[in-house]
């Protein structure tokens, strides 16, 4: 950790603003100074102050407490959907990638039809069919991005599997589930930290573009997405209403991203040497 923020500084400061959010979301109820469900029309718009550190919105509740238990429905809906997008995909990925055949193709040409389709457009018609819903926007960017994981790491398998140690493992008769847990899974760890750190940040920007339409997160709990959507009537009158959402959106996913990037030149030096 002391070499890391030595080496990469923007990177360290990147992992110290997101590990501060994660806290400030898994202590919501501490931080925040108000229910972020309470309503007071006669604090409508109030004005920054040490009882409201980002004012009130049109029902005069505390921004500052809703952006709060907000990290809840925006980080932690997105990592748990990039989590069990990299399980799947990991999972049928390593299968693809080690036996090969007929497998690989029939899984391959799946993933490329899936993948044929706009990522947007696919979540929308999932959305669509099965109803509004953050749950629904959950199981929808599941089941378009482990495509896109599974292809990935299959690429990653193939060439790991021709491996001298590999090749070793079989010839001496190890089983296939050995050679997989001992020898590949371990051995594609990183690239998934990398895929998985740089992604995370489509996933918020996803979660919270489809609460923003009105399919998501539904009123009156808070999400980051949803409050800009909510801002956005009152943009002509009180446009300060968006800074807090739009700012913290804006700065978790580039966070994730210069940590990716970080990650990327300590977990693989050779593509950051070339």
């Known amino acids: 950790m002391v070499s890391f923020i030595r080496q990469d500084k923007l990177g360290a400061m990147a992992l110290a603003i997101l590990l501060v959010v994660f806290i400030m979301g898994i202590f919501a109820s501490f931080f925040a100074l108000h229910d972020p469900l309470e309503q007071n029309i006669l604090m409508k718009f109030a004005g ?9 919105d049109h029902l005069g509740r505390c921004i500052y407490s809703r952006m709060v238990f907000g990290i809840q429905n925006t980080v932690f809906l997105a990592l748990l959907t990039m989590v069990c997008a990299i399980v799947i995909g990991v999972l049928v990925g390593i299968v693809a990638g080690y036996y090969g055949g007929v497998v690989d193709e029939v899984i391959m040409r799946f993933c490329d039809v899936m993948l044929s389709f706009p990522s947007q457009v696919m979540i929308l018609a999932i959305v669509g069919i099965m109803g509004v819903g953050i749950e629904n926007i959950i199981i929808a960017n599941i089941l378009i991005k482990w495509t896109w994981y599974a292809r990935m790491i299959r690429g990653i398998v193939v060439s790991y599997a021709h491996k001298n140690y590999v090749l070793y493992a079989k010839t001496i ?9 001992r020898h590949l899974v371990p051995s594609i760890t990183s690239e998934i930290i990398i895929l998985g750190t740089l992604d995370i940040g489509w996933v918020i920007i996803n979660i919270s573009t489809l609460s923003f339409l009105g399919l998501g997160i ?8 949803a409050m800009l959507g909510e801002a956005k009537n009152t943009l002509i009158t009180q446009p300060a209403q968006m800074i807090a959402p739009g700012m913290a959106i804006l700065t978790v996913v580039a966070c994730f991203n210069i940590l990716g990037d970080s990650l990327r030149d300590i977990l693989d030096p050779k593509r950051h040497n070339r």
Do not use: A, H, N, R
């Open 173 to 181: 008769g190890k089983s296939d589930s050995f050679i997989i847990s």
């Open 218 to 225: 539904q009123p009156p709990f808070p999400e980051w997405g």
């Open 48 to 56: 920054v102050s040490m009882e409201y550190p980002f004012g009130t």
